[in-house]
């Protein structure tokens, strides 16, 4: 079907500087191409120079985290994923990403398309995704537009996910004012594949054939990584084309022919188009085989007429995948995903050289040099003005003498249950199908982790999500340590050893000093505790640009952290209670302080104050025994001290079983007030048979770490001293009651 050839217009630094690029950008892209680009070489290079894309302010700090380690068989950021060795010649490869700018405009279809994404990002090294977990953040659910994004955003990953397969065995909703209009919607895969079986998302091979597979290429996304490059603010609404629509169905198929044609030996490297489309596969590849690549856009599957190479090179559209395969053995290719009902046509083919070469209507549009365009080659990178906000000193100096506190610790410890934090997340994840597969152990809710088993193996996997946004406000850099060490501790309070994380850090503009200053700090934050707790980083997202124009999201860098058990039939640890005549006891640190706990923000309105303190050494010592007296059978529960401090620890504890317990915390220094609401670092509340107990202590003694007897599980309430005494039904049924009735339900 011949076309009307269309005219491209003038390129000038106007032009460039509406496409998100600077003046000194564009000189450097007439300085690597040595003429001004072409219309279509600025739409390359404005998203693949994006900061979604090329990382360029933020790649320089997150260059300073530990990545590479004994089990990581890809350094960071050299593939689509993470890819840990878990051992019996197996590898787990993950990763997390980001959706927020799509997801606050269009729930349902930014969450869907961003649990797709990272799905894509796991199968195209070869791996099969096995378990999926989320990361999600809104404003207050006071608010009918919050509620509006959560429905959505919840519909988006159940329909996506539970469509394509892939059980959701954990994650985090929170909710503050402080993500009002900028919500975050992360999703993170888990994925499985033989040692030596991935696949690289690479181009070499002198005339080696170029095949697109997948879906048909339309105009939705177009323009989506610059999207994801700049704040949210009353015009966004009119960029609903830059999010991109799902289809599960098709993915589903994309899978099974991509890890099918991986098995024939004839693809020589693999890439998904995410985040700036062939643009972004095709630059890749080219500049990590060291070769160049000519493609011709007119052979693209398209959904709509008239598409121009602009349109083509930079539309998102999903479920579509790059595939270089071995010269002569592309019909091999072709067959498997045609026996898949899915395109897969020949666009081009890997030459001498070292540029992309697009071509349309039988004329160059694009010849750029590859490497110019990718993060660690040419494109751009940026340490900005670091300046300390000024409001640290006043948050961190505040005055906790002056708050009266309430003297009714039912009805508090009722009110912190019934704050969206704490309160039971049922509603959402009874949207996931949790099980699917059939290698779910512990699904969310009443876990600390989710995991799942290996089939053919003893072993299981442990995966956490986790960051606490007002820590890392309140104190960057220790809150960075917070989020890892905690993700760090639920794992293990699962009973399995942490190997690896993944991150995503959401921030806000990284040309405001403020900005730049908290994400180095935390970033640094995060590099301290991986480092201590030996767990490298993997790889993982950067979404800065979180603001709106009430102002920046709390700064939060979320953790996924890997754990691996050994042993799923004797290792699984779960929180709740497990037999009456049980001792409780607390273990770990006796540091106290309200900073940043729920109970400021639910009884006083106030995120203030400092972190709680973190002992990283101590840290390292607490996770490291009690992994040992879980593998070892000589504990039945275990729950971290998080949000609402002690009380809300021990709550939990009885809701999740519907068994009461009566305990002491009188021994535990400090204020009542401090003692129940704290949310001191490295602790955990455990329990055990009371023939074992005398034992435990031996145990806890041999090694010098603190514990204290609190009491003992057993009865219909919860009964802390002579403060609290509820029975477990009342606090169940205020746990289990809120997001449900706030939805309306």
């Not at 796991?122 to 999600?136: D, H, K, Y």
């Not at 729920?598 to 840290?619: C, M, N, Q, R, W």
């Amino acid at each position: 079907m011949s076309q009307t050839k269309v005219h491209e217009p003038e390129v000038t630094l106007e032009l460039a500087i509406e496409h998100g690029l600077n003046e000194e950008e564009f000189e450097m892209i007439k300085s690597y191409l040595g003429r001004i680009p072409t219309f279509s070489e600025l739409g390359v290079y404005s998203v693949m120079w994006s900061e979604h894309c090329s990382y360029k302010n933020s790649i320089l700090e997150i260059k300073k985290l530990p990545r590479s380690g004994p089990q990581l068989l890809v350094d960071a950021g050299e593939e689509n994923a993470g890819l840990v060795d878990i051992g019996d010649g197996l590898a787990c490869a993950f990763k997390i990403e980001s959706h927020n700018h799509p997801s606050a405009i269009e729930p349902y279809q930014g969450a869907a398309t961003g649990v797709g994404g990272i799905h894509r990002d796991i199968f195209t090294m070869g791996a099969r995704p096995v378990a999926s977990l989320n990361s999600l953040r809104f404003g207050s659910m006071n608010e009918p537009r919050v509620r509006y994004l959560l429905d959505g955003v919840v519909r988006g990953i159940s329909d996506y996910g539970n469509s394509f397969g892939v059980p959701v065995v954990g994650g985090e909703v929170c909710f503050d004012e402080a993500y009002e209009g900028n919500p975050l919607v992360n999703a993170m895969s888990i994925g499985l594949v033989k040692v030596g079986e991935t696949a690289s998302a690479i181009a070499e091979g002198i005339g080696n054939p170029v095949i697109i597979v997948g879906a048909s290429t339309g105009r939705d996304g177009i323009h989506g990584a610059t999207f994801a490059s700049e704040e949210i603010s009353e015009e966004s609404e009119a960029k609903r084309p830059s999010v991109q629509v799902g289809d599960p169905f098709t993915e589903k198929l994309l899978l099974e022919a991509s890890l099918e044609v991986l098995k024939t030996g004839a693809v020589v490297g693999m890439q998904d188009m995410g985040a700036a489309g062939i643009a972004c596969s095709s630059s890749e590849m080219t500049a990590k085989g060291g070769q160049g690549m000519r493609l011709d856009l007119d052979k693209v599957p398209m959904r709509e007429d008239g598409m121009t190479a602009y349109e083509l090179l930079l539309s998102e559209s999903q479920e579509r995948m790059l595939v270089v395969a071995e010269k002569g053995r592309e019909q091999e290719v072709i067959d498997v995903y045609e026996k898949w009902d899915l395109n897969a046509v020949v666009i081009g083919e890997v030459v001498e050289g070292d540029k992309v070469t697009y071509l349309k209507d039988g004329e160059v549009k694009a010849d750029i040099p590859a490497d110019s365009l990718v993060l660690g080659g040419g494109a751009p990178q940026y340490e900005r003005e670091a300046v300390r906000p000024k409001y640290l000193d006043e948050v961190q100096s505040f005055d906790f003498s002056t708050l009266s506190h309430p003297k009714d610790h039912n009805k508090t410890l009722k009110s912190l249950l019934s704050a969206p934090n704490i309160a039971s997340k049922r509603w959402v994840h009874e949207q996931y199908d949790t099980m699917v597969r059939t290698n779910t152990v512990n699904a969310p809710g009443a876990s600390d982790s989710g995991v799942i088993r290996i089939k053919g193996s003893n072993k299981g996997l442990a995966v956490k999500t986790d960051c606490n946004g007002r820590y890392v406000y309140l104190n960057p850099r220790r809150g960075g340590q917070i989020a890892v060490a905690e993700s760090a501790r639920n794992v293990v309070c699962s009973g399995a050893k942490p190997v690896a994380i993944t991150n995503c850090l959401n921030f806000g503009n990284p040309y405001k000093p403020e900005v730049y200053w908290t994400f180095r700090e935390a970033v640094g934050g995060m590099g301290d505790a991986c480092r201590a707790l030996n767990t490298p980083v993997t790889g993982g997202n950067v979404s800065l640009y979180n603001e709106n124009p009430n102002g920046a999201i709390f700064p939060t860098p979320v953790i996924g952290m890997l754990g691996i058990v050994e042993d799923v039939e004797k290792h699984i640890m779960t929180p709740g209670f497990k037999n009456s005549d049980d001792i409780v006891y607390y273990i770990g640190s006796r540091r106290h302080g309200l900073g940043g706990s729920e109970y400021l923000k639910t009884v006083h309105g106030i995120t203030s104050g400092d972190a709680p303190e973190l002992d990283l050494e101590f840290e390292v010592k607490l996770q490291k025994i009690l992994l040992d007296a879980i593998q070892n059978g000589k504990i039945n529960a275990a729950h971290d001290i998080s949000d609402g401090g002690i009380a809300v620890t021990l709550a939990e504890m009885a809701i999740f079983s519907g068994i009461g317990a009566n305990v002491s915390v009188k021994e535990l220094n400090g204020s009542i007030i401090d003692v129940l609401y704290s949310e001191a670092q490295s602790g955990v509340v455990v329990t055990v048979p009371r023939s074992d107990a005398r034992s435990l202590e031996v145990f806890f003694d041999k090694h010098d770490l603190p514990y204290d007897e609190l009491g003992v599980v057993g009865g219909k309430k919860l009964i802390i001293d002579e403060f609290v005494e509820t029975p477990v039904e009342e606090l169940k049924e205020v746990y289990e009651s809120v997001i449900p009735k706030a939805m309306g339900q």
